[in-house]
């Protein structure tokens, strides 16, 4: 038997393949494949889509059926007080109970591959010891660890995207904000990896660039192609996908979540992102946001870790177009960001009237929140 273990990176395109092979599971489980759920939820999905698969073809589905496996790496985070469930993942069982459902449903099915994606997952490479209880549930057999990775300055927006949707309070891109996440996961790759190759020195590693994955499709048709796995018949194509915010609206939701209630810029953050193309702003991947000096920074600092990605990817550096960290886009932030401004004061009159409009018509962007 076979384990693909994938996890991560954030922003590769992972809601749409775990929403796909949630939502085929039963097609995929028939042809050898197991992508296991871990709760009541997914274990009723997967019962449902035997008996009446046609219901939920293009359901949305719930998020502890569909990401099963962030649902185990944040309980497992969770349980030794290293991070946090969040509140979208609802009455999870705990993670021994998660591990010893995907042992038994390994048992019963015999697959001839078993399936873990989870971005979440990449977290566990700075915790080698929940990595070792993860291991102790696989089957015997060979082991796959994948991951896929963007050019440091195309993750950055999009995972500081994430943050501003989730009403996280962080700081700009072209201030604080790099050095923000310089420590973590989500500059340095490499510590994503290290408690993985740790725990798992026998796997096949497979690291991919954003730009392979993309030029082979997406993440769902990357995935399929360098397994061997066969795209069921009358497969359901995935129907979640994680579209990051307008970059032109940035600034506005980040002072929003700073300076308005929580459920204000909620109601805030959700009218923009819906309107956000209406506002006549340039093309969100037109725009910069960091600047000349911290492009050029990122790319002193992140050239040895794309060094050692290279390393373990067989080749002289992991990104082929690295140099273009230091590329500058055409349209600065600070200069759309009024124009974005205008455009949602507009919106707010008609659609938010009230705290949320009048928040718009004080909002300065030239000064700096308390």
């Given at each position: 038997?076979?384990?693909?273990?994938?996890?991560?990176?954030?922003?590769?395109?992972?809601?749409?393949?775990?929403?796909?092979?949630?939502?085929?599971?039963?097609?995929?489980?028939?042809?050898?494949?197991?992508?296991?759920?871990?709760?009541?939820?997914?274990?009723?999905?997967?019962?449902?889509?035997?008996?009446?698969?046609?219901?939920?073809?293009?359901?949305?589905?719930?998020?502890?059926a569909r990401e099963p496996h962030n649902a185990l790496a944040f309980q497992m985070l969770a349980e030794?007080?290293?991070?946090?469930?969040?509140?979208?993942?609802?009455?999870?069982?705990?993670?021994?109970?998660?591990?010893?459902?995907?042992?038994?449903?390994?048992?019963?099915?015999?697959?001839?591959?078993?399936?873990?994606?989870?971005?979440?997952?990449?977290?566990?490479?700075?915790?080698?010891?929940?990595?070792?209880?993860?291991?102790?549930?696989?089957?015997?057999?060979?082991?796959?660890?994948?991951?896929?990775?963007?050019?440091?300055?195309?993750?950055?927006?999009?995972?500081?995207?994430?943050?501003?949707?989730?009403?996280?309070?962080?700081?700009?891109?072209?201030?604080?904000?790099?050095?923000?996440?310089?420590?973590?996961?989500?500059?340095?790759?490499?510590?994503?990896?290290?408690?993985?190759?740790?725990?798992?020195?026998?796997?096949?590693?497979?690291?991919?660039?954003?730009?392979?994955?993309?030029?082979?499709?997406?993440?769902?048709?990357?995935?399929?192609?360098?397994?061997?796995?066969?795209?069921?018949?009358?497969?359901?194509?995935?129907?979640?996908?994680?579209?990051?915010?307008?970059?032109?609206?940035?600034?506005?939701?980040?002072?929003?979540?700073?300076?308005?209630?929580?459920?204000?810029?909620?109601?805030?953050?959700?009218?923009?992102?819906?309107?956000?193309?209406?506002?006549?702003?340039?093309?969100?991947?037109?725009?910069?946001?960091?600047?000349?000096?911290?492009?050029?920074?990122?790319?002193?600092?992140?050239?040895?870790?794309?060094?050692?990605?290279?390393?373990?990817?067989?080749?002289?550096?992991?990104?082929?177009?690295?140099?273009?960290?230091?590329?500058?886009?055409?349209?600065?932030?600070?200069?759309?960001?009024?124009?974005?401004?205008?455009?949602?004061?507009?919106?707010?009159?008609?659609?938010?009237?009230?705290?949320?409009?009048?928040?718009?018509?004080?909002?300065?962007?030239?000064?700096?929140?308390?």
């Amino acid at each position: 038997m076979r384990t693909i273990l994938f996890i991560g990176h954030h922003k590769v395109g992972s809601t749409a393949l775990q929403d796909f092979l949630s939502r085929n599971g039963r097609a995929f489980l028939k042809s050898g494949l197991l992508y296991p759920p871990v709760e009541a939820e997914g274990q009723a999905l997967l019962l449902k889509s035997a008996l009446w698969p046609r219901r939920i073809r293009r359901k949305a589905l719930p998020i502890n059926a569909r990401e099963p496996h962030n649902a185990l790496a944040f309980q497992m985070l969770a349980e030794t007080k290293t991070g946090r469930v969040p509140p979208f993942h609802r009455n999870l069982p705990p993670s021994g109970q998660m591990l010893r459902t995907i042992e038994t449903l390994t048992e019963h099915h015999a697959p001839e591959t078993l399936v873990l994606a989870s971005e979440v997952m990449g977290r566990l490479g700075q915790k080698p010891d929940l990595i070792s209880r993860l291991r102790d549930s696989l089957p015997e057999g060979e082991i796959h660890l994948v991951a896929a990775f963007r050019r440091i300055d195309d993750h950055l927006p999009s995972w500081h995207s994430q943050r501003l949707k989730f009403g996280h309070k962080v700081p700009s891109l072209s201030g604080r904000g790099v050095e923000f996440y310089r420590k973590t996961i989500h500059f340095n790759y490499m510590s994503m990896l290290r408690g993985w190759l740790k725990v798992l020195p026998e796997a096949r590693l497979h690291l991919w660039s954003y730009g392979e994955v993309m030029a082979s499709g997406g993440l769902i048709e990357k995935f399929l192609g360098e397994f061997g796995i066969r795209r069921p018949w009358l497969a359901s194509d995935a129907t979640m996908t994680n579209p990051s915010l307008h970059r032109g609206i940035y600034e506005i939701v980040r002072r929003a979540n700073q300076e308005l209630p929580p459920e204000e810029a909620k109601r805030l953050r959700a009218l923009l992102s819906k309107s956000a193309d209406t506002l006549g702003l340039p093309a969100s991947r037109s725009i910069e946001l960091f600047g000349e000096p911290m492009r050029q920074q990122m790319l002193e600092e992140f050239a040895p870790i794309d060094a050692k990605l290279g390393e373990l990817a067989g080749r002289s550096g992991f990104f082929d177009d690295l140099n273009a960290v230091t590329r500058i886009l055409p349209h600065p932030e600070a200069k759309v960001a009024p124009q974005a401004l205008a455009g949602a004061r507009e919106l707010a009159h008609r659609r938010l009237p009230g705290p949320v409009a009048d928040y718009l018509d004080q909002l300065d962007l030239d000064s700096e929140p308390e």
